[in-house]
């Protein structure tokens, strides 16, 4: 009970971190969004094209002040940048940042998904069903139906209507195998070992 308990504790834990580093990803997304935005602004609008690459070694943010240096090299209040290097870097960590974030949702919705999933079918499952789902789960997600019979020690015609109600729920597939079938558990029911 105490084992099931850190563990729960453990996935909350794992989820908030996923949360937090979800938002985190988002909000440099937003600050890299606002800095190319800010950049495409003086750069487009204010006619700051971007430093040329042969500029006097003398050059200081006193000269770009003092306007010895016409104002079109300069960035805003007269600091020294190359503009499009900072428009290609917040364009790309806009863009990188937003993906990592929808990727780190949409990991976090499919677990919460499965969870449900899990949830409720281990409310809907009766007990002979969970005892199929398990040993098929021990044997890499797959036995004939004989070998279920035998290792349930459940009755052939009870394996079978099992068998059937699995299938309807779409949580295994049955397969011709010999004179048996060939019992194979869905992915999204196999447990990670």
């Known amino acids: 009970m105490k084992r099931i308990k850190i563990r729960d504790t453990m996935i909350k834990n794992k989820k908030n971190l996923q949360s937090y580093v979800m938002i985190l990803c988002f909000i440099y997304a937003g600050i890299s969004a606002l800095l190319f935005i800010y950049q495409l602004y003086f750069w487009v609008r204010r006619g ?3 430093l040329p690459i042969n500029l006097p070694i003398n050059v200081t943010a006193e000269n770009f002040i003092n306007e ?5 090299f300069a960035g805003p209040r007269g600091i020294q940048m190359n503009s499009s290097i900072i428009l290609a ?4 960590g806009t863009l990188i940042s937003s993906l990592a974030g929808i990727t780190i949702m949409d990991l976090i919705k499919k677990k919460e998904t499965e969870e ?3 949830k409720t079918m281990d409310i809907m499952l009766m007990p002979e069903e969970k005892l199929i789902i398990q040993l098929l789960n021990k044997n890499s997600g797959e036995l004939s139906q004989s070998e279920l019979v035998k290792r349930s020690k459940l009755s052939k015609l009870k394996v079978s ?3 059937k109600r699995l299938e309807m729920l779409k949580v295994v597939s049955k397969y011709p195998y010999g004179v048996t079938n060939k019992i194979v558990l869905e992915k999204h029911m196999q447990e990670s070992n």
């Not at 010895?68 to 079109?72: A, D, F, G, K, Q």
């Not at 870097?89 to 790309?92: A, E, G, K, L, Y």
Request: glycine share 0%.
């Open 48 to 50: 700051m094209a971007p």
């Open 68 to 72: 010895s240096i016409p104002r079109r």
């Open 89 to 92: 870097v917040s364009f790309m």
């Open 116 to 118: 449900i999933r899990t």
């Open 161 to 163: 209507r099992v068998i």
